[in-house]
């Protein structure tokens, strides 16, 4: 086997070595630069439409059940919320107006199946019109939905049609069927990936995220990569790919989740696989569908086999 051959299959091995070494060191490090919110203070963001009344961080977690025993202060409230609720009628509907009652409530169906809940989880059962704090951040988390599909998502595939997958981002993609969402190898803000690196921290971060990105989505540095050289040669589609996936889970964790809440990352969605399992019809129509990409072959992951060479 020749130099070249064995270059990249060692370059993958010492680099993940010293990404597994180095990553407890990684981690206080970003701990003692980043954010982590203050739960002695309230949290109000426009992003999540909680403006009208501060929400407290572990509120804005959306951790739920909501506490049906506690009264409705309707000054705290929009007026299109009723005093007297009536079933079977949409009252402050503020996000999918376009759906009528029976369509509402069968999105609501899909939402008690993929965060495995009930309705009391976000709603007050007496009043469903009535906006708890479990449920504004929820009506958040539909207009996230709807501007990752927009923003990221439809571009990709727009733009890099051989290797779209089948399907958009909704609940089911991150949930999993578990309302709380459990964090798996952490990632670092998006700008440490986009400039070259002044100090060894910064190039840290990069070996972090690099090393998350491979153990979420179960691939190796060729998956991406042209070992040759790591930051000039950026030009196969997975590596462009994988740069807007970075900015959408950088979007998502600085637009539209509290400081509080810990960051989703690219495990959260793709769970070991190159594309997620689990994803849904279209942006506004949560019915979960198989994930499929639309042409399979261009996912093989070039450094599958020890002797696959550096393309």
């Not at 060191?25 to 002695?40: D, W, Y």
């Not at 005093?83 to 402050?92: D, E």
């Not at 969605?269 to 190159?274: D, F, L, R, T």
Request: charged fraction near 10%; proline fraction near 6%; charge should be positive.
């Amino acid at each position: 086997m020749s130099m070249r051959r064995l270059l990249g299959p060692l370059v993958i091995v010492l680099t993940l070595a010293v990404a597994g070494f180095s990553q407890p060191l990684i981690e206080r490090a970003r701990a003692a630069v980043l954010p982590t919110g203050n739960a002695a203070q309230p949290y109000t963001s426009s992003a999540l439409g909680i403006d009208s009344a501060a929400v407290t961080p572990e509120q804005a977690k959306g951790v739920g059940p909501v506490d049906q025993s506690a009264p409705l202060d309707f000054s705290t409230q929009p007026k299109s919320v009723p005093h007297t609720y009536v079933p079977g009628q949409l009252y402050n509907v503020q996000v999918w107006k376009q759906y009528s009652y029976g369509q509402l409530v069968g999105q609501m169906a899909n939402f008690t199946t993929q965060l495995g809940v009930q309705c009391s989880y976000c709603h007050n059962v007496a009043n469903f019109a009535y906006d708890t704090p479990t449920k504004k951040v929820a009506r958040a988390m539909i207009i996230m939905e709807q501007n990752v599909n927009t923003q990221f998502i439809d571009g990709v595939k727009k733009q890099y049609p051989n290797y779209a997958v089948a399907g958009a981002v909704g609940c089911e993609t991150c949930h999993h069927g578990q309302a709380k969402i459990d964090v798996k190898y952490n990632v670092v803000p998006v700008q440490y990936l986009d400039y070259r690196y002044k100090t060894t921290k910064q190039a840290g971060y990069a070996l972090n995220s690099m090393y998350s990105a491979a153990k979420s989505l179960g691939v190796n540095c060729l998956f991406c990569h042209n070992t040759a050289d790591f930051i000039s040669l950026q030009y196969y589609p997975t590596n462009q790919i994988a740069h807007k996936m970075w900015q959408m889970v950088d979007t998502i964790n600085h637009q539209y989740l509290p400081a509080s809440v810990k960051a989703v990352t690219c495990y959260t969605c793709h769970q070991g696989a190159k594309w997620p399992s689990a994803l849904v019809t279209g942006g506004t129509d949560m019915t979960p569908v198989e994930a499929v990409a639309a042409h399979p072959e261009v996912h093989t992951n070039p450094g599958g086999h020890l002797d696959a060479g550096v393309h």
